[in-house]
């Protein structure tokens, strides 16, 4: 089943900061840090995923890796960002005022715990909003049932401690502008089959659940 998407980015901002995209194609851009995480890792996962969005829905996409550094003015021709590893993350007050802006003025950020990363991620996205904290949706948030539905929330794809997946949000005047998923691990689901060795019900249910971000941040 397919839906179809009439997406406008009509967002005010500064006359170099307007979302734009490649001939019209939705793209994903991971972000760049510092801080010695590896942000860099599993470069198979958003181009694996906007063909599944492509195969699945009528978004048209763009489906190539590309990364942006957070000090770069191309951020702002992004409306998803995407960030993940396993190690430190760390802003500069420069850089956590940069994301701020981009958040603030409509982008989004999906964060996923690579393991290793949700301490940092913590501490620093209180540089970015200090008056503002993670805090965990519920399983009814519309998210999990925009397109494919989530009755339990966020799905278990790694194990990593053995905990219950969770996500957590920021919201900025009332819209989910930073979403970070714990104990999960999507993101491994997009990547190549032979990289993690899921099954492939494991890796359709990840794939299914992206699709849900991609659509909930171009329609919300």
Known sequence: M?????????I????????????????????????????????TEEPNLLDYVKAHTDIKVKDDFISVNINSDAIFSFPFL?????????????????LRKYLENGGFLYADDDYGMDASFRREMKKVFPDKDLI???????????????????????????????????????????????ESNPSDGWDDADVHGFKEDKRIEALKFGTNLVIWALSN
């Open 2 to 10: 397919k839906i179809k998407f009439l997406i406008f980015f009509l």
């Open 12 to 43: 005010i901002l500064p006359s170099s900061y307007l979302f734009s995209q490649n001939e019209g194609a939705f793209q994903i851009a991971r972000l760049q840090y510092d801080g010695g995480g590896d942000w860099y890792n599993g470069q």
């Open 82 to 98: 995407f960030m993940t590893g396993h190690g430190n993350i760390s802003f500069t007050t420069d850089e956590a005022d940069r």
């Open 136 to 182: 965990e949706l519920p399983f009814s948030y519309g998210l999990y049932h925009d397109f494919y539905d989530f009755p339990n929330g966020v799905p278990k794809i790694e194990e990593h401690n053995g905990k219950p997946a969770q996500g957590f949000g920021i919201f900025v005047n009332g819209r989910l502008a930073v979403y970070y998923t714990y």
